[in-house]
T-cell receptor, first 114, second 118 residues
Framework: ETGVTQSPTHLIKTRGQQVTLRCSSQ?????VSWYQQALGQGPQFIFQ???????GRGNFPPRFSGLQFPNYSSELNVNALELDDSALYLC?????????????FGPGTRLLVL | AQKITQTQPGMFVQEKEAVTLDCTYDTSDPSYGLFWYKQPSSGEMIFLIYQGSYDQQNATEGRYSLNFQKARKSANLVISASQLGDSAMYFC???????????????FGKGTKLSVIP
């Protein structure tokens, strides 16, 4: 196990609602990245947080936003949910001081938007 | 153009045999890293092996080895002595240097589904 935890594990929402997903990073890691994985696809980068600041963003609209807290845990917020937001959301933690900066993933949150 | 290409949607291998999963990549960044992850049906992405662009030797981790051919831009994963528990999706991913300090997003391929036959 990586030590990265995510909550909740599963979530069902309706179109137009808002959702918050949570991630606790592995001990000693200061960077958190979020990915969206649609069914049958590889994960797509949403954004990354480093020292509580957004530090890179993929091709996702502003209704996808996030936070990182002083303990390096993180939240992903999605407003105005659309049907296409149904996916597995993966959080990964890493350390900026490690040469490889390997990202270690949590178990994911499965979001279904009806 | 796709940055990571995995051309094998599905592969079958007999238990105890070796299998090679293909990955080609495209980048103009001289400094990059290549990763392989395993994703069982539970969904969690499990890190397997890493190869840096400047590494002189192919990476190995237990039964996993990476056949890194830099000129061909390929980074194939070799799994030796396959086990039933190896049945999963396997993703190749690349990390390039991003413009922001400290940001290293991973770009993933579409994955290969490996099935190990008893």
């Amino acid at each position: 196990e990586t030590g990265v935890t995510q909550s909740p594990t599963h979530l069902i929402k309706t179109r137009g609602q808002q959702v918050t997903l949570r991630c606790s990073s592995q001990s000693g890691h200061n960077t958190v990245s979020w990915y969206q994985q649609a069914l049958g696809q590889g994960p797509q980068f949403i954004f990354q947080y480093y020292r509580e600041e957004e530090n890179g963003r993929g091709n996702f609209p502003p209704r996808f936003s996030g936070l990182q807290f002083p303990n390096y845990s993180s939240e992903l917020n999605v407003n105005a949910l659309e049907l296409d937001d149904s996916a597995l959301y993966l959080c990964a933690s890493s350390s900026a001081t490690e040469v490889q900066e390997t990202q270690y993933f949590g178990p994911g949150t499965r979001l279904l938007v009806l | 153009a796709q940055k990571i290409t995995q051309t094998q949607p599905g592969m079958f291998v007999q238990e105890k045999e070796a299998v090679t999963l293909d990955c080609t990549y495209d980048t103009s960044d001289p400094s990059y890293g290549l990763f392989w992850y395993k994703q069982p049906s539970s969904g969690e992405m499990i890190f397997l092996i890493y190869q840096g662009s400047y590494d002189q030797q192919n990476a190995t981790e237990g039964r996993y080895s990476l056949n890194f051919q830099k000129a061909r831009k390929s980074a194939n994963l070799v799994i030796s002595a396959s086990q039933l528990g190896d049945s999963a999706m396997y993703f190749c991913a690349m990390r390039e240097t991003y413009s922001g300090a400290g940001s290293y997003q991973l770009t993933f391929g579409k994955g290969t589904k490996l099935s190990v036959i008893p």
